[in-house]
């Protein structure tokens, strides 16, 4: 189990940027990828964005691709997603996790229930 958490989040207008960060602790080996999701009201908790710990391969949800980056710094065990461009839409609480193991297939790093570590979330708001 990895401890996970979120800072960063808070109010932004339309256009605006904002920088997340997760800072993991506790058994950090046994993180082999770290995803970030989201979760606005009323709606399910979808994917964002993951990377991959040691190979830093990154995959984006389409809605955010090209405007999100996620990156990671080993040393300091800490994930970054930098948003830019950000919507209304993009409202949400943003939420860090942690996944022991490789994937079985591509497509697994895009369900949450393959993660196995989370953080408290950051709430992100965009106003228009």
């Known amino acids: 189990q990895v401890q996970l958490v979120e800072s960063g989040g808070g109010l932004v207008q339309a256009g605006g940027s904002l920088r997340l960060s997760c800072a993991a602790s506790?058994?950090?080996?046994?993180?082999?990828?770290m995803g970030w999701f989201r979760q606005a009201p009323g709606k399910e908790r979808e994917f964002v964005a993951s990377i991959i710990w040691v190979a830093g391969s990154k995959i984006y949800a389409d809605s955010v691709n090209g405007r999100f980056t996620i990156s990671r710094d080993n040393t300091k065990n800490t994930v970054y997603l930098q948003m830019n461009s950000l919507k209304p839409e993009d409202t949400a609480v943003y939420y860090c996790a942690a996944r022991p193991k490789a994937f079985t297939v591509p497509a697994a790093r895009t369900d949450p229930s393959n993660y196995n570590s989370w953080g408290q979330g950051t709430q992100v708001t965009v106003s228009s």
């Open positions: 506790g058994r950090t080996f046994s993180s082999y990828a």
